[in-house]
């Protein structure tokens, strides 16, 4: 069974950076993406950022030239650096593993995988 444990969470005053690790039970490259979402109280789970095969990644609109996501295969670990920091970027954040394969009947499928969630507090 995969397992993804995040740390790196906390609180932050507006304008700073924390940097989110996801540490992988296996190597990423097991994975056909990687990425991290959140949840803000109240509101439904957001996808901010993802990381696929080729080292192709996205970001949600609102965190564009502030959020980074990277891997390291050699740690099994996905990264999230998150500069200039806002309050509406207070959230649970959690990290996702995706695995596609080729179900019985012939079609993709997909397995999910998720982590505990870590929190990021951005608050003056």
């Known amino acids: 069974q995969v397992q993804l444990v995040e740390s790196g969470g906390g609180a932050v005053q507006p304008g700073g950076s924390l940097r989110l690790s996801c540490a992988a039970s296996e190597s990423i490259s097991t994975f056909n993406k990687m990425g991290w979402y959140r949840q803000a109280p109240g509101k439904r789970r957001e996808l901010v950022a993802t990381l696929a095969s080729g080292d192709r990644t996205e970001y949600t609109d609102s965190v564009k030239g502030r959020f980074t996501i990277a891997g390291d295969s050699d740690k099994n670990t996905v990264f999230l650096q998150m500069n200039s920091l806002k309050p509406d970027d207070t959230a649970v954040y959690y990290c996702?593993?995706?695995?596609?394969?080729?179900?019985?009947?012939?079609?993709?499928?997909?397995?999910?995988?998720w982590g505990q969630g870590t929190q990021v507090t951005v608050s003056s």
């Open positions: 996702n593993a995706v695995i596609r394969y080729v179900g019985l009947g012939g079609g993709m499928r997909e397995s999910n995988y």
